[in-house]
């Protein structure tokens, strides 16, 4: 018997809006200039989604039992920065071992719960740029190098990126579908 139930299914649903993330293989140049592009639009996007938010809004969890709203920006701020560095420990070492960090326990910190949200969208803003000024000077073969994630394990960094773009639509569209069931 299936112990998975509709409950579990809505919880899914709240938490992956857009799927769980799949790396596509064998990836062409094409693809990731796409990747490339996206990384550019990310803060812009998130930054539309969350502008005509009221701090009441922003306080409020994207789902039962989740961040709140304000919680998922400063998130993205923290774990794109992660992010860029261990694409970059990739790129200039030799599959090197990226630690994990306890997102949830950063999540509960006083820079989550009461900074505005301005700072993490800026933030957001010049670090894409700089990781996209980096993604166009990669070759094929930089994209093959790959790094080892305690919590993901071995990945290349073509795949990193496509967790990247993925994780920031993820988040991007939690607050979305949170803005759409309320109504706001």
């Known amino acids: 018997m299936d112990s998975y139930t509709s409950a579990d299914q809505e919880v899914d649903r709240l938490r992956y809006p857009i799927g769980r993330f799949e790396a596509a293989e064998c990836r062409t140049g094409e693809a ?18 969350v502008e005509p938010l009221t701090l009441e809004q922003l ?9 709140s709203v304000r919680q998922v920006v400063h998130h993205l701020a923290d774990t ?11 790129l200039t070492e030799d599959a090197p071992e990226i630690p994990s960090y306890r997102q949830d326990l950063w999540a509960e910190q006083s820079d989550y719960l009461e900074e505005p949200i301005e700072s993490s969208l ?8 700089r990781f996209a000024l980096l ?41 979305s579908s949170l803005v759409l069931r309320s109504g706001w």
């Open 32 to 49: 990731r200039n796409q990747s490339v592009q996206d990384i550019r639009q990310l803060a812009d996007i998130l930054s539309k989604a």
């Open 59 to 67: 306080n409020t969890p994207y789902r039962p039992g989740g961040w």
């Open 80 to 90: 794109n920065m992660y992010a860029y560095l261990r694409f970059k420990r990739g």
């Open 122 to 129: 800026q933030l957001l803003k010049h670090l894409n740029g």
């Open 135 to 175: 993604l166009d000077s990669l070759d094929e073969a930089d994209y093959n190098r790959t790094f080892v994630s305690l919590g993901l394990g071995t990945m290349t960094l073509d795949a990193a990126v496509q967790r990247y773009v993925w994780h920031n639509r993820h988040h991007t569209a939690q607050i």
